[in-house]
């Protein structure tokens, strides 16, 4: 459990500005980016590309997010969103919950605390306008669990989900155990004879097709098991597709698609960030399924990742039985929840 420590008055150079709406988000974009690229904790889904489309997208209740300055700098950004819960309760959440694997504020490297604490001072100042607080997805260095929030907030953190992760080995390998390996050889050259076998990472001329082809795929895997994939939604559909064109053009996306001859086979939709390669999801064909289609483009990926210089691999939440034959390890989230002095009994 990450350790807590005490809250700290923020110095008086520093200043927060509440954001009640899109638009001021949207002008607060590139500054916004530019601290994305700074915090050295960050990950894609901290980036204003993902928040931001989520916003547009999927998002319930308003914008409450806290940019906090020094002088004229942007060094700290809190982007909440304020909506009722199922009990009538107004509850603070981060942008993008339930679509992000991580979840967080942002800070500039070596702010991180007095960031955290002008973020909980705050939310006890303007504690009128909320019940509730609920933080999901945080990693154990979020200084948002290493505040302490104070004796007058019930603030229990509890085990969230594990991200199965690989980290490569001195030599720049991955540790995938050997037997596995040899399976996916083995399959590999199978495939290659019985197929016109190539794989195509998406770049701006090719992105609207690869990610037709991730839809298709997705939803053939779901429908397999007679279930409707995540990408099905509609609004979900126009989220992801915003924001995996965005994270293209910063060189962020790592949309790869398997293909026998023009036929899409099997996709990887994931990030890269920091010499850190997320799996978000994939798809693949059902008819190529003896094939191991879906581990070819996994593999794929694994070897892309290492000719970029990853040093981390991350399956991202969800224990699926598939993520630990590659030779993943579990990384705990953590999630948060706050609660004002009229919600303690």
């Not at 806290?66 to 603070?92: H, N, Q, S, T, Y």
């Not at 603030?155 to 037997?179: F, I, M, N, Y």
């Not at 016109?196 to 429908?223: I, K, N």
């Not at 279930?227 to 962020?252: K, M, P, Q, W």
Request: with cysteine.
């Amino acid at each position: 459990m990450p350790t807590r420590t005490p809250r700290e008055s923020a110095p008086a150079d520093f200043s927060l500005e509440e954001l009640r709406s899109l638009e001021e988000l949207e002008r607060l974009r590139e500054d916004w980016r530019q601290l994305w690229q700074r915090a050295a904790a960050a990950t894609p889904f901290q980036s204003p590309e993902w928040v931001l489309a989520w916003a547009h997208h999927l998002r319930s209740g308003e914008p409450w997010a806290f940019a906090i300055r020094l002088g004229e700098r942007l060094v700290g950004l809190a982007p909440f969103c304020l909506a009722p819960d199922g009990e009538g309760r107004r509850r603070v959440t981060l942008m993008g919950t339930g679509v992000s694997d991580y979840l967080d504020t942002l800070a500039e490297p070596g702010f991180e605390s007095t960031v955290a604490a002008m973020i909980y001072n705050h939310l006890d100042e303007r504690a009128d306008l909320w019940d509730c607080a609920d933080f999901q997805q945080l990693r154990a260095e979020s200084p948002l669990l290493a505040q302490d929030f104070g004796p007058t907030r019930h603030a229990p953190v509890e085990l969230q989900e594990q991200c199965p992760v690989l980290h490569a080995e001195p030599d720049g390998g991955w540790p995938v155990p050997s037997a596995f390996m040899q399976k996916l050889a083995y399959e590999h050259r199978r495939l290659s004879r019985e197929a016109q076998l190539s794989f195509v990472t998406a770049d701006e001329r090719t992105f609207d097709r690869a990610f037709d082809a991730l839809l298709r795929l997705h939803g053939a895997r779901w429908r397999r098991r007679g279930e409707a994939g995540v990408l099905s939604d509609r609004a979900v559909e126009r989220f992801h597709t915003d924001a995996a064109r965005a994270l293209l053009g910063r060189g962020v996306l790592r949309l790869h698609v398997a293909y026998d001859a023009d036929r899409p086979i099997a996709s990887f939709y994931g990030f890269q960030h920091r010499r850190r390669t997320y799996y978000y999801l994939g798809g693949f064909d059902p008819e190529y399924e003896r094939h191991s289609a879906g581990n070819q483009v996994v593999r794929h990926a694994l070897e892309r990742a290492q000719h970029e210089g990853a040093t981390t691999f991350d399956f991202l939440r969800g224990q699926e039985p598939y993520k630990y034959r590659w030779g993943a390890v579990d990384h705990p989230t953590y999630r948060r929840q706050l609660a004002c002095d009229r919600q303690v009994s």
